[in-house]
C-alpha cells in the first residue's frame, strides 16, 4: 500500500494512540503502523485483564479498557492504520520521510513520531524442542490473553518473577490443578504476593515444583499431554499438564529501529531533546517507553504528554505556512475535518 500523510507514527501503543489524537487535534494527518494486529501495545498484548492505578482520573482501569477509550477518543479523526506490519526502514530529510514496512508498503509523511515501546517486542522462548507445534494451539502461551480460556485446565506456570506468581495466584480459582516451576526455590515478587503464594501452596491450591527447570513437552499434533521438569541434578518429573505458561520475560529488540541512526544509547532507547521529543534527527521524534532524557519515566502517562508535546513540535514542520496557536480543547472542541 502507497500511503501519503503529515506524520507517520511508528508503534500504536497508548503512547501512539494519543499521539495520532493529538496530531488531530491540530488538523495533522497521519498514519498508524504497528507490528502487532491490533493496536494497544503492552496494554493488550501483554496485560489486558490487569488493572492499571495510576492513570490520571481513574482509580483503576484494565489496561484493554484504557486502549478500549484511547480508541473511542480517537475515533472522530479516523486515522489509517497499517497493522501487522513491522517498519523496516527510514529514509529520507525533515519534511519528506519514506518508510518501508516488511509487507512493502511504502509511506510518505513529512514527520515521524516513534512509539515503538519496547521494540517489536516478543516474548523469551524455552528451548524446547517441538515448543511451536503446541503454541500454534495455545497450549502453549506466553501472555495472559482471557484469563476465562484456562477454566478447567491443568496449568504449568515457570518462571519465578512477579508475573509468574501473580497469574499462579489468580488462575488457581478457574483452572484445575496449577504447578509454579522454578529453578530456585525464592522467587522474587512482591512480597505481599510471596506471603499469598505460600499460603496457597499450604492450602494445596498451587504446587511450588522447585528447584526445577523445564525440560520437555510431551503430546501430540499441538495437544500437549504432559510437561517434563529436571532438577539440575538430572532427576526428571513429569506434571500431566495441557497448558504451559512459561514468563521468562520479555526478548526487547528495537529491531530495525536501531539502524535508523538515531543514536540509540544503551539498551533499546532513543535519546530525545526533552522539550520537543525530537530525536538527533531533525523531522524524528520519539515518545512513550522508548524514548529517553534525564528524569524520564516508563509510565503511560509520561507517554500521553510527551505525545501532546511531540505534535505541538510537528505542526511547525507540516504547516511552516501557519502560526499555532494554543488552545484549549474546551475552545476548539475536536475538529473533525
Ligand atoms: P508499547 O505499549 O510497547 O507499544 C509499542 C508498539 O510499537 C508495539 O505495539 C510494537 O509492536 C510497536 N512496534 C515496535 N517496533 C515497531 C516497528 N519497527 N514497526 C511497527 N511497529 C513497531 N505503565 C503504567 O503507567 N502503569 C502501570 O501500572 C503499568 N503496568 C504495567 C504492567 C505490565 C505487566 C507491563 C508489561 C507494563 C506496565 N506498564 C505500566 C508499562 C506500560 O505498559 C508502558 O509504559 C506502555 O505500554 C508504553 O507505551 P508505548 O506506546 O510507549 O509502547
Known amino acids: 500500500m502507497q500511503i501519503e500523510t503529515d506524520v507517520a507514527i511508528v508503534g500504536a501503543g ?19 503502523i504497528d507490528a502487532l ?3 494497544g501495545g503492552q496494554c493488550v498484548a501483554l496485560y489486558p485483564e490487569k488493572p ?29 492504520r497499517l497493522l501487522g506490519r513491522r517498519v523496516e526502514s527510514l529514509s529520507g530529510l525533515r519534511g519528506a520521510f519514506r518508510l518501508r514496512t516488511d509487507a512493502g508498503d511504502e509511506v510518505a509523511a513529512k514527520a515521524v513520531i516513534i512509539a515503538a ?12 524442542e517441538g515448543i511451536e507445534s503446541f503454541e500454534s494451539t495455545g497450549a502453549v502461551q506466553y501472555f495472559v490473553r482471557r484469563r476465562e480460556s484456562f477454566r478447567g485446565r491443568r496449568v504449568v506456570i515457570a518462571g519465578g518473577g512477579d ?24 522467587f522474587r515478587a512482591a512480597p505481599e504476593s510471596l506471603d499469598r503464594l505460600d499460603r496457597a501452596h499450604a492450602r494445596g491450591e ?17 495437544v500437549l499431554s504432559g510437561v517434563t521438569v529436571a532438577t539440575l541434578d538430572g532427576e526428571i518429573r513429569t506434571l500431566d499438564a495441557d497448558r504451559l505458561l512459561p514468563f521468562f520475560g520479555l526478548a526487547t529488540d528495537l529491531g530495525p529501529i536501531a539502524n535508523w541512526g538515531l543514536q540509540t ?10 522539550s520537543t521529543l525530537e530525536t538527533t534527527l531533525p523531522g524524528v521524534f520519539a515518545i512513550g517507553d522508548v524514548a529517553t532524557y534525564p528524569g524520564k519515566l516508563k509510565l503511560i ?18 504547516r511552516p505556512e501557519q502560526a499555532l496557536h494554543f488552545e484549549y480543547s474546551t475552545t476548539k472542541g475536536v475538529p473533525v475535518a
Open 14 to 32: 497508548p503512547a501512539g494512540l494519543f499521539a495520532a489524537f493529538e496530531c488531530g487535534m491540530l488538523r495533522l494527518e497521519c498514519v498508524l
Open 37 to 39: 494486529s491490533e493496536a
Open 52 to 80: 492499571i492505578y495510576d492513570i490520571p482520573a481513574h482509580p483503576a482501569i484494565e489496561a484493554g479498557d484504557l486502549v478500549a477509550s484511547l480508541e473511542r477518543q480517537l475515533a472522530p479523526f479516523a486515522v489509517p
Open 117 to 128: 515501546g519496547a521494540g517489536a517486542f516478543g516474548p523469551n522462548r524455552p528451548p524446547l
Open 163 to 186: 508475573s509468574a506468581v501473580d497469574w499462579a495466584l489468580s488462575l488457581r480459582d478457574v483452572a484445575a490443578k496449577v504447578w509454579l516451576v522454578h529453578r530456585r526455590d525464592r
Open 206 to 222: 498451587i504446587e511450588k515444583v522447585v528447584p526445577y527447570q523445564l525440560h520437555g513437552l510431551t503430546g501430540e499434533n499441538g
Open 265 to 274: 544509547g544503551l539498551h533499546t532507547l532513543i535519546p530525545v531533546t526533552p
Open 301 to 318: 502517562l509520561q507517554g500521553f504528554s510527551e505525545a501532546a508535546m511531540a505534535a505541538h513540535a510537528i505542526h511547525p514542520i507540516v
